[in-house]
């Protein structure tokens, strides 16, 4: 079992930035992806960013350039830096751990990301 907290949220003015962590405990040593979701009111939940245990990474075109996805070597904590925040960037962050080879799926409780104009 694998157990995710989010932390970092907060309010910001848009053009600030913020940085998001998420830990992981557990038996985090199975796992070989993790993610970066986000979920605005009245809208399905998206993702964000990606990163493999091999450290490639992918963004979601409405981030890219913005946003940057790294974890430390044990894929212990997950981190989001979100950088020239826009309004739009409002939503619920969500942080999820993928074990691949035993099909397993974690997810964190989200913490709140709110973008002022």
């Known amino acids: 079992q694998v157990q995710l907290v989010e932390s970092g949220g907060g309010l910001v003015q848009a053009g600030g930035s913020l940085r998001l962590s998420c830990a992981a405990s557990g038996s985090t040593f199975a796992l070989n992806q993790a993610s970066w979701y986000r979920q605005a009111p009245g809208k399905e939940r998206e993702l964000v960013a990606a990163i493999r245990t091999g450290g490639s990474t992918g963004y979601a075109a409405s981030v890219k350039g913005r946003f940057t996805i790294s974890r430390d070597n044990t894929m212990n904590t997950l981190y989001l830096q979100m950088d020239s925040l826009i309004p739009e960037d409002t939503a619920v962050y969500y942080c999820?751990?993928?074990?691949?080879?035993?099909?397993?799926?974690?997810w964190g409780r989200g913490t709140q990301v709110t973008v002022s104009s």
């Open positions: 999820r751990a993928r074990d691949l080879v035993h099909d397993l799926d974690y």
